[in-house]
């Protein structure tokens, strides 16, 4: 039973949940401005998707599903974010490795990447983790977000170009 709403779970409904927990918190950190954010995104997916497991259509895509409203709860925290304003995050993460300069040196590159995703407008960075970080194809992605395959296309290239040109900057060029 989901406790939030006592609706009854069935076992492979909840099987399937658990089973798509991994793609799900890719996705949501794919979304997120740090590693926590997607987190908490995930978990409050999962939450949401328990307690209303009564409003999903057995025979369609349960993941379909949870994309959506993963992408919905990110939208809702995004807008009151604006009005009440965002904390910073400082993430104490360390990526494995014994080669200090090597682990800087790729801290420094994912930094890059992170802060270039952050950057993407919310369309492009959903797609971004969607089809980059989950590995969607580009028909299931436009499928889960219910827009053309040709939207899908569009903005993951310019996704793609955007992260390249933030990424490749140097550091004394000016801010764009």
């Given amino acids: 039973m989901s406790e939030a709403a006592n609706i009854p779970v069935p076992d492979d409904v909840r099987a399937r949940i658990v089973a798509f927990i991994p793609r799900l918190r890719r996705f949501c950190g794919g979304l997120s401005e740090s590693r926590h954010q997607g987190d908490d995104l995930m978990q409050a997916t999962v939450e949401r998707a328990l307690s209303r497991i009564d409003q999903w259509q057995p025979g369609t895509s349960l993941e379909s599903w949870m994309y959506r409203m993963a992408r919905n709860i990110r939208i809702d925290r995004a807008r009151a974010d604006r009005v009440r304003g965002a904390g910073a995050d400082v993430s104490t993460d360390v990526l494995p490795s014994d080669d ?62 955007s992260i390249a040109q933030h990424v490749n900057r140097r550091p004394w060029e000016a801010d764009a």
């Fill in 100 to 161: 200090v300069l090597a682990r800087l040196e790729a801290r420094s590159d994912l930094d890059a990447v992170r802060a270039a995703m952050a950057l993407l407008p919310e369309e492009q960075r959903e797609l971004m983790a969607l089809v980059v970080i989950d590995g969607q194809s580009y028909k299931d992605a436009a499928d889960i977000l219910e827009i053309p395959i040709g939207t899908v296309m569009s903005r993951i290239a310019r996704a793609r170009r």
